[in-house]
């Protein structure tokens, strides 16, 4: 999203989660404001996105002037240093009365950090249908949903229609395969060496959420099982799925992690230097926004053995079990996931709304953006457990060992193995 989902990640490698809070100095938070006669419930909002706190920042406003008896400080803070924040935090009377939350809410919910909300969506008759469900879901644990639904991140193709123009190659078509890439990739590899340019066919961010996490899923593997307790990377598909990412390096269709390691592949793509962009919804409105706006073209990944399911990423907003403003901060949670905060968030593109009815609002000027919704449908969460920040720094660690061939897929896949049910076996 936005950085929606670019976000995501960055911050499941990030280490752990958490958030700060305004603290009296006895530790204790502030109940309430005074001024002027006036007695206000005071409450804190957490949020790590600068790019997105303008916008929070308006929506906080018209959550006051509606509810002129809340007074919300919104507190920004790096994603570094909030994560090791709300660790700090965990447990006492420090951290903010609400906050965002990502797939690491297994670990915060077994915790007892997360206040479960469904008394709330009860008594306030809302309907959870109203989002997309694998959103809802992601934040649904052990049967008590922990956070309201944010935004969310899908997988796409971009693709730049110049480059195929300029080589004479067909685009790509809707129900594509992961062959008809390899042959429309060909095709440009040849046509950019004979010219003696320096294009690429393929580009792609060597990622869980951009690349990798697709392809074990769309190759019939898995990353977890469906009741997380054993991990797939040593499945036939899943060796697969990497071997079939070596093999683009290998014949020259993409370019190798010496390059893509120092420069991102939506930096080579937005730079006109690749025909095709595997990439997440989040970077959809920086590339709405590039001079080759109009000649780029969007379509859902070419279709593997399996299909061509796109992981789904999104972030909840959360309210901490120990506030003491629960109300409040229930009443702040339920005006962010709905529909003026959603509008006002898709409106600056800052995030593609989980909510389907604001979905409306969020628009591009030049990139169709309709292959996002249509994914959707399709999609499935990133896979998380509450060792998810023990295994997936490792698993990331020995993917690019795999990329940069320093590994072979079925070494790096053991290794893999080894390392997240290790994990996921010592999950109390």
């Known amino acids: ?49 600068e790019v997105q706190k303008p916008v929070f920042d308006e929506i906080v406003e018209k959550f006051e002037a509606e509810n002129t008896d809340i007074d919300v400080e919104v507190q920004l803070t790096p994603w570094s240093q909030y994560w090791t924040k709300l660790d700090a935090a965990m447990g006492s009377d420090s951290a903010a009365d609400v906050f965002w939350m990502n797939t690491y809410l297994p670990k915060y919910a077994e915790a007892g950090v997360l206040e479960p909300l469904d008394e709330y969506i009860e008594q306030d008759k809302i309907d959870m249908e109203d989002y997309v469900s694998v959103v809802k879901n992601a934040y649904n644990y052990k049967d008590v949903q922990y956070c309201m639904p944010k935004g969310m991140d899908t997988v796409q193709v971009f693709y730049n229609k110049s480059i195929f123009e300029k080589y004479n190659v067909e685009e790509p078509k809707a129900g594509w395969t992961w062959e008809d890439m390899k042959e429309l990739a060909g095709q440009l590899k040849r046509g950019i060496e004979n010219e003696g340019s320096d294009e690429y066919p393929i580009l792609m961010e060597l990622d869980p959420q951009p690349s990798f996490f697709n392809f074990i899923s769309q190759s019939g593997g898995y990353i977890l099982s469906d009741d997380g307790k054993q991990a797939g990377f040593e499945k036939p598909a899943s060796v697969k799925a990497y071997t079939d990412i070596v093999e683009l390096i290998e014949e020259g269709l993409m370019p190798g ?11 080579l793509f937005l730079s006109q230097k690749g025909a095709i962009l595997f990439m997440g919804s989040w970077k959809t409105a920086v590339i709405d926004e590039v001079s080759f706006a109009a000649q780029v073209g969007t379509i859902a990944m070419p279709a593997k053995e399996k299909g061509n399911q796109s992981v789904i990423g999104g972030l909840g907003y959360a309210v901490n079990s120990r506030s003491k403003n629960k109300d409040a901060a229930w009443k702040l949670v339920k005006y962010l996931s709905g529909e003026e ?20 609002y969020y628009k591009a000027e030049h990139i169709d953006v309709d292959v996002i919704f249509d994914v959707a449908d399709t999609g499935f969460a990133f896979p998380t457990s509450s060792s998810v920040a023990e ?38």
């Open 1 to 49: 999203m936005k950085k929606g989902m670019c976000m995501i990640l960055t911050i499941l490698m990030a280490g752990s989660i958490a958030a700060c809070g305004n603290s009296k100095e006895d530790g204790g938070q502030e109940g309430t404001k005074k001024g002027s006669g006036d007695e206000k419930t005071k409450i804190t909002f957490a949020l790590w996105d």
């Open 341 to 360: 905060s959603n509008r006002m968030q898709a409106e600056a593109r800052a995030d593609v709304p989980a909510l389907i009815r604001a979905q409306k």
């Open 391 to 428: 295994w997936l720094p490792a698993v990331n660690e020995i993917s690019a060992k795999i990329f940069a061939g320093e590994l072979t897929p079925e070494e790096g896949c053991k290794e893999m193995q080894k390392v997240t049910q290790n994990a996921l076996d010592n999950e109390s």
């Open 257 to 267: 992690s010496e390059v893509l390691s120092d420069t991102k592949g939506t930096d």
